[in-house]
């Protein structure tokens, strides 16, 4: 694996991988690796011939009491397990490298930003947009590889991509869960040994609504009220939402018979965690 800084020379060996007939897969992340990204550069490592990983803690989609400065950083961990999982280059800039001192342009997809996650997190989907859209333009790829337990973020990137006439196709892997059902997250080691028993109340709380979809229930005025009470029984969680909305628009929707994403998220102390699901 090739560990590349330098976003004109990776631009500069992608156009060289497609010159020579090879396809360029991409698999953005912010480092503290684990299992669930791993799932993503597996699913890139079988479908494409070239694969690239960034590592790059952004920034700009963090607000300013958020967790920017603590966020794990673990690059030599991570550099080895992308070795051994086969990746062919690693994208690891600077904030400098990935915003000079002069920029001032910025990419928001209106509307849908503004949902889930970009109303309890202002200006975060600007900034996840606008580094994704940076990515796309400097490593080129065919393919780019995004987890199902960031589906708020798969939805706005999704629509960016339509919007801007992007030649990448967006492939979704299922979220990667412990075997107690907690969806992998690299904020997990944030929690304490009581804190990450209490973080499963996510998971329960999408177990009920998907018991009762199942079963036949199909209001969300009922299916959210359930799991609201599901979360209410664990005190040490603080909900920030429950929602039910069209995975493709993230808008509210009021039955689940055409199908939905199941959204949650909460906060365990400190540590703000998202799960969800989709009802087919």
């Known amino acids: 694996m090739r560990t590349i800084s330098s976003a004109v020379e990776m631009t500069a060996l992608a156009k060289e991988a497609k010159r020579s007939g090879k396809s360029v897969g991409f698999v ?3 480092g503290a690796l684990h299992a669930g990204h791993l799932s993503l550069v597996s699913a890139g490592r ?16 963090f607000g300013p009491k958020e967790d920017f400065s603590k966020y794990p950083r673990t690059l030599e961990k991570d550099s080895e397990l992308l070795v051994d999982a086969g990746v062919d280059y690693l ?4 904030v400098e490298e990935m915003y000079p001192k002069d920029a001032s342009t910025w990419v928001a997809v209106e509307g849908i930003s503004e949902r889930l996650d970009g109303k309890s997190r202002p200006g975060h989907f600007r900034g996840v947009t606008t580094v994704v859209s940076k990515l796309f333009n400097i490593v080129l790829p065919d393919l780019a590889f995004f987890g199902q337990k960031d589906a708020a973020q798969v939805a706005v990137i999704r629509k960016m991509v339509r919007d801007l006439n992007f030649d990448v196709h967006i492939f979704v892997c299922p979220t990667v869960r412990e075997s107690d059902g907690l969806a992998m997250s690299s904020r997990n080691v944030y929690l304490s040994p009581e804190q990450r028993k209490q973080a499963l109340v996510l998971y ?8 009762l979809a199942d ?3 199909s209001d969300v005025a009922k299916l959210i009220a359930e799991a609201k ?4 029984e664990e005190p040490g969680v603080r909900l920030d939402y429950f929602e039910i909305v ?13 199908g939905a994403l199941v959204a949650v998220a909460a906060y365990v102390g400190q540590t703000r965690l998202i799960d ?3 009802l087919l």
């Open 28 to 30: 953005p992340t912010m």
């Open 46 to 61: 079988a479908r494409t011939d070239i694969l690239v990983t960034s590592i790059f803690v952004n920034p700009t989609q």
């Open 91 to 94: 994208f690891y800039p600077t």
């Open 204 to 211: 329960r709380s999408l177990m009920r609504v998907r018991l």
């Open 215 to 217: 079963k036949g229930e």
């Open 229 to 232: 009470q599901v979360i209410a």
């Open 246 to 258: 069209s995975s493709d628009t993230l808008q509210a929707v009021r039955d689940t018979s055409k």
């Open 276 to 278: 969800n699901l989709l």
